[in-house]
C-alpha cells in the first residue's frame, strides 16, 4: 500500500475505544506484542497516547511517560504494509515536540540491540547509545539485549 496514494494523515490522543485497533497494530507488528489490556493500563496511568490515523484506519501510536523533567518512550510501531514511508519518523518527531512541550528536558527509550532500524531512525533524531540492558526483550532464543537511548529536548520546543 503506498502512502502516496493514500488520504492525509493525522495524530491524534488515543483513547479506549481506540485500543482494539491499536493492539491489533502491535500484534501485527512486533513479535512479542503488548496486549490491549497494558495499553488501557498505559492509559489509566496517564500516560501520553497518540495515535496515527489515515481517516478511521490506525497506521501507528506511540505512547510515552513523563517524569518530572524526563520522558520515556514507552513504545512506538507503524503497521507493517506501510513502513518504511515516514510514518515512523512522524510519530517520533510528535512524541518528541510533545515531551519538549511539557518542559521534558530529555527522553529515554530502549530498543531492541537487532533492530537496526528503529536505531538508525533513533540516530537521526539525535538520540545517542547510553547503555545496554542484558536479557532485557523476549525473543525466540530466550532473551535478546537492549540498547538504551537519550536524547535532549531542548531543540524540539515548537
Not at 496514494?5 to 512486533?30: C, S
Not at 545496554?132 to 531543540?155: I, M, Q, S, T, W
Request: contains cysteine; charged residues 20%.
Amino acid at each position: 500500500m503506498a502512502l502516496s496514494a493514500l488520504p492525509p494523515t493525522e495524530i491524534a490522543v488515543m483513547r479506549p475505544p481506540d485500543l482494539p485497533q491499536v493492539a491489533a497494530l502491535e500484534a501485527a507488528a512486533q513479535a512479542f506484542p503488548w496486549r490491549e489490556r497494558h495499553f488501557a493500563d498505559s492509559l489509566d496511568a496517564g500516560h501520553r497516547a497518540w495515535v496515527l490515523w489515515q481517516g478511521v484506519q490506525c497506521l501507528g501510536f506511540t505512547l510515552s511517560a513523563h517524569f518530572v523533567d524526563e520522558a520515556h518512550l514507552l513504545n512506538l510501531a507503524v503497521a507493517p504494509a506501510v513502513q518504511r514511508q515516514g510514518l515512523g519518523a512522524k510519530l517520533l518527531r510528535h512524541v518528541l515536540q510533545d515531551a519538549a512541550a511539557a518542559d521534558m528536558q530529555r527522553m529515554y527509550l530502549e530498543t531492541r540491540a537487532s533492530n537496526q532500524r528503529a536505531r538508525t531512525l533513533y540516530h537521526a533524531f539525535g538520540f545517542q547509545e547510553i547503555g545496554l540492558r542484558k536479557a532485557y526483550y523476549p525473543n525466540d532464543n530466550g532473551r535478546e539485549d537492549a540498547l538504551v537511548f537519550c536524547a535532549r529536548l531542548d531543540n524540539w520546543k515548537e
